[in-house]
C-alpha cells in the first residue's frame, strides 16, 4: 500500500463529505494525511490501517 491507498482513501473522503465546502474539505483531509503519515506515536495506526479497516467494513456490511 502506498499512494495508490492515499489516492482512494482521499476518493472515499470526497465522496463521504461531498456536502462540506471543497476549501474545508480538502484542509481537513490534508490534517488527516499529515497526522497518518511518519506518526512516531502511532506508527500501526497509519493510512493503511485506515484503508484496511475501510475494506473490512465493506466486506462485511451485511453482517451487521
Do not use: C, P
Amino acid at each position: 500500500m502506498g499512494s495508490e491507498v492515499n489516492e482512494k482513501l482521499k476518493q472515499l473522503w470526497n465522496v463521504l463529505n461531498e456536502s462540506i465546502k471543497t476549501d474545508v474539505r480538502d484542509k481537513w483531509w490534508q490534517t488527516i494525511e499529515s497526522e497518518y503519515k511518519d506518526n512516531e506515536l502511532r506508527k500501526h495506526y497509519d493510512l493503511n490501517h485506515i484503508a484496511k479497516m475501510f475494506i473490512h467494513l465493506d466486506e462485511n456490511q451485511f453482517k451487521l
